[in-house]
């Protein structure tokens, strides 16, 4: 097993350092004496060439408008939905449908905005960018980019952190169900989640040696069908119940005070504290925009990527708020006041147990996909900040051929086996010291919002197409960029207070459910 230097990785995204393999297998070159080649000669090469590679000599794209969709899907509709007949409860029946479908509305149009920031200069022939990042920099440059990239990469971290606790919790739903179901209700079969947050991690650490984002479609592919699975199972459970009960449950201004709640008594203060957290969930239900320019860069040209990305965006934000309106106000119709953090692991739903299980089978499944198509960024943003600083260094740059039966070659490189299993240790312990699933879904949700959903696409945009000052156009966007600046500072408020109230009867490592 001999290394080999660490060339360009297949046409990772991201753009670690490496250089183009040889491309003689690409092109057909007939040697004449003297070595003189005919003009038809060379245009077969440049035909040939072009086959392979794309205008920026990386191998050809091939990412489509149903891989993209997908891609989105598995980023959007995650644990956040679970959470929205919370936030819908806390709001009421005026707010709360209002409040999503604006946060939809804000994502597609900043987020078609973003998608004409992949190409510098012009969206068509312009120089690719292949992250968030490198668009910031590209296009505003300046002390934004490193703002950028922290805001960025401490958000996927967290992302992590919370789809870590998210499938622990769902995991456990599947062995309370039947511990509830096997003692008929007895047993309030309370349990530690730190054994399912490892499990999870176990999983990750294997799942994150895939070494770019390209490679993980088909994960994304079937993560997107488990989004679907569970979410359709919320719903029809929320439809069950509302028929069960013969009346839709809830009240035009939200959960009122006085309501006893499991953490207690909802005070005036505390329905505002989480009237604020809600925003902060419904803000996290959308967020996909850090990762939509390393999607974008998946898409095969022609046509324009741009194009194709921006149906995709508008089919799969359609899709999700269709989803999100139904699974909330249905979750908030079947249980009014009480409706549960979590729509199914926070047992709203006893019965069928089975169909409970399988639900949430499927969004430990999703969750597995999803940590990944948020973490690849993350990842590559580090290896090829380490192939740049240690460019000579075995452990970092050199991969190793393993031979997998029924699967091909891996190529194993010792830095990332190191690198990715450390993160992904790392993410689990956290994610173990502070299992507060609505808390840690509010902070992500205010702290990405405004600056990476919001900011940087609208500034971006109006560097790209030269939008004067004080024109209505930049007056306008200015108008949503602040809006969302307060929204966002609002949301971060109210669910700190609730961090603040959790730590109260919180210890370390002993918290279970």
């Not at 995991?171 to 730190?194: E, Q």
């Not at 390393?294 to 359609?318: G, V, W």
Request: aromatic share 14%; proline share 4%; hydrophobic share 45%.
């Amino acid at each position: 097993m001999l290394p080999r230097s660490r060339t360009l990785p297949s046409r990772i995204h991201q753009g670690i350092i490496e250089e183009r393999h040889d491309v003689r297998p690409y092109v057909q070159v007939e040697v004449r004496p003297n070595n003189i080649q005919t003009e038809t000669q060379a245009m077969n090469i440049q035909s040939n060439y072009s086959k392979c590679f794309d205008d920026d000599g990386r191998l050809k794209r091939t990412g489509t408008f149903w891989t993209a969709t997908a891609h989105i899907i598995t980023a959007v509709i995650g644990s956040g939905v679970l959470s929205l007949a919370w936030a819908v409860a806390q709001l009421g029946w005026v707010a709360g449908p209002v409040v999503m479908f604006l946060f939809a509305v804000v994502n597609l149009y900043t987020s078609n905005l973003l998608t004409q920031c992949y190409r510098t200069g012009d969206s068509v022939n312009g120089h690719r960018n292949y992250t968030y990042m490198e668009a910031v920099k590209s296009i505003l440059g300046g002390k934004k980019v490193k703002l950028c990239g922290l805001i960025q990469y401490i958000n996927l971290f967290g992302v992590a952190i919370g789809y870590t606790i998210a499938a622990s919790v769902s995991m456990m739903a599947i062995k309370r169900s039947n511990c509830y179901h096997s003692s008929h209700g007895k047993d309030p079969c309370h349990m530690s989640s730190n054994g399912y947050m490892i499990t999870f991690g176990i999983a990750e650490v294997i799942f994150s040696q895939i070494p770019d984002f390209d490679q993980v479609w088909w994960l994304s592919i079937v993560a997107a069908i488990m989004s679907f699975t569970y979410s359709s199972v919320g719903l029809s459970l929320g439809v069950a119940k509302v028929a069960e009960n013969k009346t839709f449950k809830g009240s035009l201004m939200g959960i009122s005070i006085g309501t006893v709640t499991q953490a207690g008594t909802v005070t005036s203060t505390q329905k505002i504290w989480r009237s604020l957290q809600a925003l902060g969930a419904m803000a996290f239900a959308y967020s996909f925009s850090i990762i939509l320019i390393e999607i974008q860069d998946t898409i095969k040209f022609p046509p324009a990527e741009h194009k194709t990305m921006r149906k995709a965006t508008t089919l799969s934000i359609a899709v999700t708020t269709v989803f999100y309106l139904l699974c909330g106000c249905m979750g908030y119709a079947a249980f009014g006041d009480n409706a549960p953090g979590n729509l199914l692991t926070g047992f709203g739903f006893y019965n069928p147990y089975w169909l409970l299980d399988i639900a949430n089978l499927a969004i430990v499944i999703h969750l597995v996909g999803a940590y990944q198509v948020f973490s690849q960024p993350l990842f590559a943003f580090v290896e090829k900040w380490s192939v740049r600083k240690w460019p000579k260094s075995n452990f970092v740059t050199a991969e190793y051929d393993i031979p997998i039966p029924c699967f091909g070659v891996y190529q194993l490189n010792f830095f990332r086996l190191v690198w990715r299993t450390i993160f992904v240790l790392l993410t689990t312990l956290i994610a173990m010291l502070m299992p507060f699933f609505n808390d840690v879904v509010g902070i992500l949700g205010a702290f990405g919002f405004w600056p990476l959903t919001v900011y940087f696409p609208i500034d971006m945009y109006i560097s790209q197409k030269k939008i004067g000052r004080w024109t209505s156009r930049w007056i306008g966007l200015q108008l949503l960029s602040v809006s969302c600046l307060i929204i966002s500072l609002l949301a971060a408020v109210g669910s700190m207070a609730g961090v603040v109230l959790d730590l109260k009867t919180y210890k370390p490592f002993k918290t279970s459910y």
